[in-house]
Nanobody
């Protein structure tokens, strides 16, 4: 399975961006899809995830500002980011787990990881 992210870029604080991640290849199942991010000098962290049944989980820092969604027919997950802040600046990675095995949303619970897309929010 290959994951291709798009939609990153430079935006002013208060602005919006929408990230997309399309999965391709030999796909049997995409139970959990999500996004992690890593800012310079910081640890990688969960941003949001969405299960096949629609259940979602968000980091406290993005609740109310970011929305994760998925189009299962297109094997694609989206992250709508509104009211962006400078602290949202990071490389955003798409992650996928084939089965319903993600419990905590940690990096190593997934099966596939994208290459990352840069999001830069200017003050």
């Amino acid at each position: 399975v290959q994951l291709v992210e798009s939609g990153g870029g430079l935006v002013q604080a208060g602005g919006s961006l929408k990230l997309s991640c399309a999965a391709s290849g030999t796909i049997f199942s995409l139970n959990t899809m999500g996004w992690h991010r890593q800012a310079p000098g910081k640890q990688r962290e969960l941003v949001a995830l969405i299960k096949a049944g629609g259940g979602t989980k968000y980091a406290d820092s993005v609740k109310g500002r970011f929305t994760i969604s998925r189009d299962s027919a297109k094997n694609t997950v989206y992250l709508q980011m509104n009211s962006l802040k400078s602290e949202d600046t990071a490389v955003y990675y798409c992650v996928v787990a084939e089965l319903d095995t993600v419990v905590y949303g940690t990096w190593d619970e997934y099966d596939y990881w994208g290459q990352g897309t840069q999001v830069t929010v200017s003050a």
